[in-house]
């Protein structure tokens, strides 16, 4: 999925001639979103209430406070939000991240679900991994599946192995059928009703004093998942903000970048990269020398300010290309930065490439916004005369 997110920056980076069709995929953004119509290709949302009823003919990328998908995909599934509902069956793998996150329709493909609590209620084909803080599993599973969690319960007929890693309880409802063999680690051993049959046997670890190398590193993986979910979610309120509330200024943004000259952007990008990169080495001089501690310190307030406002409006960029190479409008409004955004953050998960990538946007914003600030404070003389 970043692969194709990290083409189609490049495909919007490239002039608006050069497109000799529209891609098939839609893009919808709002405060409270609800998709209706289907639309042929893969589907991207994004707002502050998302409900899909339409088919989904390709992938479906949501994010937003809260995500329901309630019709079928053909496709792939991303759901990302603070509570997040799969109703309806998805074709391929899917991928929820959420504070609260419910599966209640099967998944012919693998099964990724992270969150505060994961309620699994119908099988997928393949393999599952879960990680929350509390998790059931009510209908089994196709493939083996690994958990990690405090509270786990599991129920159903799971047709291969079952891993569980739980620092609190682990509990088998009545008639549960692993075909596999259950491997789990927990403080005390798990009273397993006699109507339970495991076929492949039993293999217990006490975990009662000191976690595991296994618990650790799925405890760490569910921090970084949370801290990631809310660096994204921050960024995307700030983007929004920021797009709405300076909607000139970021249009602007937008405009330079896709009606600017070659020679005017490499220019922009070299004076955003002499910024980002020399200041650094000065403010590390000044803080050398006991007469510059007091400039450097404004300084580092001033150079961190535009270094995130940089960042954001890279998201917002790219919110504004869409607009302009899918959508066909000049105008930016706020979900075009929040769109922009979610696009950068998933970005920016691409080992190096995306790295890269953001950082040349960086550079780029970081010298327009110093370029439209410079023109604002010392305007041109004849427009000086014409106000005058």
């Given amino acids: 999925m970043q692969r194709i997110l990290l083409a189609a920056l490049v495909l919007l980076l490239l002039p608006a001639s050069t497109f000799a069709a529209r891609a098939p995929s839609s893009f919808s953004a709002g405060r409270s979103l609800i998709v209706a119509s289907s639309s042929p290709g893969n589907t991207y949302v994004a707002g502050a209430s998302v409900v899909v009823t339409a088919p989904v003919s390709g992938d479906l990328s949501a994010a937003g406070g809260s995500v329901l998908a309630t019709a079928p995909v053909s496709g792939d599934a991303l759901l990302l939000g603070g509570s997040v509902s799969s109703r309806s069956r998805v074709a391929g793998d899917l991928r929820a991240f959420g504070g609260g996150v419910t599966i209640e329709e099967a998944v012919a493909g693998d099964l990724v679900a992270l969150g505060y609590s994961v309620r699994d209620v119908a099988p997928a084909h393949g393999s599952v991994f879960i990680a929350a803080v509390n998790v059931a599993v009510e209908s089994g599973s196709g493939g083996p599946i ?87 979610l921050g960024m995307l309120i700030l983007a929004g903000l920021l797009a709405g509330l300076f909607p000139k200024l970021a249009g602007e943004v937008a405009l330079h970048a896709d009606a ?120 041109h003389e004849e427009h000086t005369s014409e106000m005058l």
């Fill in 146 to 232: 690994t958990v990690y969690g405090n509270d786990v319960s599991l129920a159903g007929t799971f047709e291969g192995d079952v891993t569980v890693v739980a620092s609190g309880r682990l509990s088998l409802s009545a008639s549960t059928t692993i075909r596999g063999k259950l491997s789990y680690q927990a403080p005390e051993p798990v009273l397993i009703p006699l109507s339970v049959s495991i076929a492949g046997g039993i293999e217990y670890t006490d975990a009662s004093f000191l976690p595991s190398a296994g618990t650790s590193r799925a405890l760490g993986f569910v921090s970084m998942g949370f801290f990631l979910l809310v660096r994204i």
């Fill in 260 to 379: 600017g000259r070659p020679r005017e952007i490499l220019l922009s990008m070299l004076l955003g990269f002499a910024v980002l990169v020399a200041t650094p080495v000065l403010l590390l001089l000044l803080f050398l020398t006991f007469v510059g501690i007091g400039l450097a310190l404004l300084l580092t307030v001033l150079y961190a300010l535009v270094a995130l406002l940089a960042v954001t409006y890279s998201g917002i960029l790219l919110g504004g290309l869409f607009a302009r190479r899918f959508f066909g409008r000049d105008a930016l409004f706020w979900h075009d930065g929040v769109l922009g955004m979610f696009a950068l953050s998933l970005v920016a998960l691409v080992p190096v490439v995306g790295l890269f990538v953001v950082f040349l946007l960086a550079v780029f914003s970081a010298g327009t916004l110093l370029q439209i600030f410079f023109h604002f404070a010392f305007p």
